[in-house]
């Protein structure tokens, strides 16, 4: 159908639409209109991106000056999903506009390793080592070398394809990352250059959140981008951490070792070119008198690792007299990295500012903190002078560079901590250095700041007021929507006590209470005799998970369950849990039933549906919140508390709040499905803790479905469960949870301002 909102004519790709929908998009538009920050939670599985792309797309149309649709994911697997939603918007577009059409790019963007084709690259295990091999078979210097007689140089040949024939590519459609790959194989293209080459002329791009948020990666992707494009963050309820994940570091023992050997070769290799050509290196001390600015590429493939600061720090000064000369940098940079060891060497625990390391670097080395900035770009420029391709051979001395150049930078939002040993293990060393970003807000300003309108949305972002105090912006629209059912499909549980009233909870002194652990399997086992289908049940942690069911085990409650449903549990590595989840399924598409046990904050609590009979159920056993007596939390909740005035236990419930609401809206995947969430810890009957869940879960948990006892769950999932297998015809829920095109003509906000008929399809 097509309709107005406002004076904006959206087309969306389908006969009915969910209120819920029109709403959002309303909000959604009157954000664009007035630019700026906007930040919308809609509730689960009510079509938030299909809205979400029908209203910015009808929006280019509308007003042609809005620059790209920058679509953020924070997985593989989400950018897929979105690319198929607007092939289906696209085309419904297209389809009503006929010859009228504009032709649109949409492309998907990933890293070597999920768009690389070369035979042999392609099936190196790591990142790392996809992108090392690229390199030595693409950089320029490997190509110029091939030219040369008697030289024996690999090189690519879809790269070799691509400097022929892609860079005077016009392409139009979409193409998600296996559609690049087709494309590539099929034109004997390079995927990933190939994509790298038409995000300039694309209209919609889609990627990880990373190709935006972390300046290593932004500043050879994202700069180029107009100002007046919409920028949008989907699933953003983790957005904070992203943003601090993107500006930190961590150095251990075995970097501190590969540093030094990176150095050793990198003094070998220029030993090596003072002797074979002195005049590379005295051009390239020339150039350092004119700045450490990255010099003009020869093509996409001349990259080398790029600043780990924001591009609004990074120094456009001249290097330093001490360090432009290559011998000199490399002698200093292995005094930096022994007052690191040194540091590291240390068998108490430090917590430190910037500042302080910095003087303290000074009064030892005496180097000074403005050298330090220079020397992740001084890193790169003698790698670019030396022409090393296997830049992932050399990541350790990377690292340790980026973290001189980020502790020299900034001064305030960070803080670097030392530890001896792991908490868990202290009879073992194991150093760390953690340089932590604790301000979620520095990642985030630029991008505030360069494009028009910056979208930050998701089903679990409340309370709405939340991010924007931690990411410090103002929206000029927030809003929390409910949603409408004409039937109450999502039944919200409070299970605080046993069948033999014994209070549940995980808080850290009940957490080997016999009594509780065996009500939390009871509650389980009943839940397993009841609810058909598939069951989800979420733990706090992996140690948890394990010893609780190590617990039922002796206690003779996994057999029990097993006569019931068959047990799949998720495990730190992927690939078994990936194997587990396929099992599961299976179990539960063949009538045998399946429970799978999850971790909160685990891959399966973030980026997996149990749509319809995978997940009638879902328990999530105690409050998940973060680990708190982590040294950077508690370094970070200080900071929040100083800087923004957010309390430490409003942060930690906030956290732990958003998490829950993850874990259970799991199971609910859309208006046609159902499903039972039991939040089985008696700490949910506060309402400091229970009003921080999303207002699609708020409204349909009553004052009766609070404190109940197992019993008590069971009698209302019995009731829910028979009132779930009912039939509702659609004509029922036309005018109350579905619209056609005359309800939403009906509204105030979609009145036509031509006084003409819009159609439906």
Not at 143 to 155: F, H
Request: net charge neutral; with cysteine.
């Amino acid at each position: 159908m097509k309709f107005y909102l406002e004076d904006l004519l959206v087309y969306f790709p389908f006969t009915y639409i969910y209120p819920e929908q029109y709403e959002y998009m309303l909000s959604l538009k009157r954000g664009l209109d007035a630019g700026g920050a906007v930040c919308l939670e809609m509730p689960t599985g009510t079509g938030k991106t299909v809205s979400l792309l029908s209203l910015i797309v009808s929006y280019q149309l509308w007003k042609p000056e809005i620059g790209k649709l920058i679509y953020c994911c924070r997985t593989v697997g989400e950018v897929s999903k979105t690319l198929e939603e607007l092939r289906v918007v696209l085309a419904y577009r297209d389809s009503e506009l006929g010859e009228a059409a504009p032709s649109t790019l949409a492309l998907s963007l990933s890293s070597r390793k999920n768009l690389c084709i070369h035979p042999v690259a392609s099936a190196l295990e790591t990142r790392d080592a996809v992108d090392g091999a690229c390199r030595k078979m693409t950089a320029p210097w490997r190509r110029e070398a091939s030219q040369e007689p008697g030289n024996n140089v690999t090189l690519c040949d879809f790269y070799e394809g691509f400097e022929k024939e892609g860079t005077h590519m016009s392409l139009s459609g979409i193409y998600s990352l296996e559609d690049l790959k087709a494309f590539g194989k099929k034109y004997n293209l390079c995927p990933y250059f190939l994509a790298r080459h038409a995000i300039t002329t694309a209209n919609i791009l889609v990627y990880s959140y990373q190709y935006m948020l972390n300046p290593r990666i932004s500043e050879l992707i994202s700069k180029q981008f107009a100002k007046e494009s919409v920028v949008v963050f989907d699933e953003a309820h983790n957005i904070d951490d992203v943003c601090i994940d993107a500006l930190s570091i961590v150095i251990d023992h075995r970097t501190l070792e590969s540093s030094s050997r990176n150095l050793f070769r990198l003094q070998k290799s220029v030993s090596e070119a003072r002797q074979r050509d002195a005049d590379t290196l005295r051009r390239e001390y020339e150039e350092l008198l004119q700045g450490i600015r990255r010099t003009n590429p020869t093509g996409l493939n001349d990259e080398q690792a790029p600043s780990p600061v924001l591009p609004d720090d990074v120094v456009k000064e001249a290097v330093p007299e001490d360090i432009r000369k290559a011998e000199k940098f490399l002698e200093q940079a292995r005094k930096f990295l022994e007052y690191v060891k040194g540091r590291m060497s240390m068998q108490q625990v430090t917590s430190s500012l910037p500042t302080t390391f910095l003087q303290n670097v000074l009064d030892i080395t005496g180097i000074e903190p403005k050298t330090l900035k220079f020397y992740a770009a001084r890193l790169n420029k003698l790698m670019r002078t030396l022409e090393i391709a296997e830049v992932d051979q050399f990541s350790a001395i990377t690292t340790v560079c980026n973290f001189a150049t980020l502790c020299s930078t900034y001064a305030e939002g960070f803080k670097i901590i030392m530890e001896p040993y792991d908490e868990r293990t202290p009879h073992i060393p194991d150093p760390i250095l953690q340089f932590a970003c604790l301000d979620a807000a520095i990642a985030m300003k630029p991008v505030f700041r360069k494009y028009r309108s910056v979208v930050i949305t998701s089903g679990t972002l409340s309370p709405i007021d939340m991010l924007p105090r931690i990411l410090e912006f103002q929206p000029v629209v927030s809003k929390s929507l409910t949603t409408t059912l004409y039937r109450q499909s999502v039944q919200p549980l409070v299970v605080s006590r046993g069948s033999d009233q014994t209070f549940m909870s995980t808080k850290f002194k009940d957490r080997d209470n016999m009594d509780i652990l065996r009500n939390y399997g009871l509650l389980l086992l009943r839940m397993a005799e009841t609810v058909p289908d598939g069951i989800v049940a979420f733990f706090t942690s992996y140690h948890y998970m394990e010893s609780t069911v190590s617990v039922w085990n002796s206690m003779g409650l996994v057999n029990q369950i097993l006569k019931h449903k068959l047990l799949f549990v998720e495990t730190p590595d992927v690939a078994e849990t990936s194997l587990a989840l396929e099992n599961f399924k299976l179990a539960c598409s063949n009538g045998r039933g399946a429970i799978f046990l999850s971790i909160a904050r685990g891959k399966v609590s973030e980026g997996i549906d149990f749509e319809h009979h995978y997940g009638r159920c879902v328990i999530l056993f105690g409050i998940p919140y973060v680990y708190t007596e982590s040294r950077i939390l508690r370094a970070r909740l200080e900071f929040l508390r100083e800087k923004y005035g957010i309390r430490e236990g409003d942060f930690l419930t906030f956290d732990a709040m958003r998490t829950a609401a993850q874990c259970v809206g799991r199971v609910i995947r859309g208006k046609t499905d159902y499903g039972i969430m039991i939040l089985a810890d008696k700490r949910y009957n506060r309402v400091d803790k229970r009003s921080k869940l999303p207002p699609w879960i708020l409204q349909y948990l009553h004052a009766s479905e609070l404190n109940l006892s197992t019993d008590g769950a069971i009698s209302v999932s019995s009731h829910f469960l028979r009132n779930m297998a009912q039939p509702v015809s659609r004509k029922e829920q036309i005018g109350v949870s579905l619209w056609t095109l005359d309800d939403i003509e009906k509204q105030p906000t979609s009145r036509n301002p031509n006084n003409t008929t819009t159609t439906t399809q």
